[in-house]
């Protein structure tokens, strides 16, 4: 499977981006971590595809929006009113397997795209 990510970019604090992530071909589950300089890979959201269902990081909810295009075979992260702490790289990731949705935000993933650099000034 392979990931193509983008949409990163400069943004004022408050501001939104949208983030995008095709696969080649469908899979179980699409999500998106990021990594800040000096700091861990962390899980931020995350679809599984057959319904839909989600799972958010604590300090993401009510912020961001995962969703899903089958057609197309993409994942979008909507991320609104940024904050300067949301400033990472941003890595897209995909597994064939379908979760349970409590193992949404803590399995491994076997696929990943490369990432896409996502800056808030604040």
């Known amino acids: 499977v392979q990931l193509q990510a983008s949409g990163g970019g400069l943004v004022q604090a408050g501001g939104s981006l949208r983030l995008s992530c095709t696969a080649s071909?469908?899979?179980?589950?699409m999500g998106w971590f990021r990594q800040a300089p000096g700091k861990e890979r962390d899980f931020v959201a995350a679809?599984?595809?057959?319904?839909?269902?989600?799972s958010y990081v604590h300090s993401v909810k009510g912020r961001f929006t995962i969703s899903r295009d089958r057609a197309k075979n993409t994942v979008y992260l909507l991320m609104d009113s940024l904050k300067p702490e949301d400033t990472a790289t941003y890595y897209c990731a995909a597994d064939s397997r379908r979760p349970i949705t409590s193992n949404i935000a803590t399995m491994t993933y076997d696929y990943w795209g490369q990432g896409t650099l996502v800056t808030v000034s604040s």
């Open positions: 071909t469908r899979t179980g589950v």
């Open positions: 679809i599984r595809w057959i319904d839909g269902a989600t």
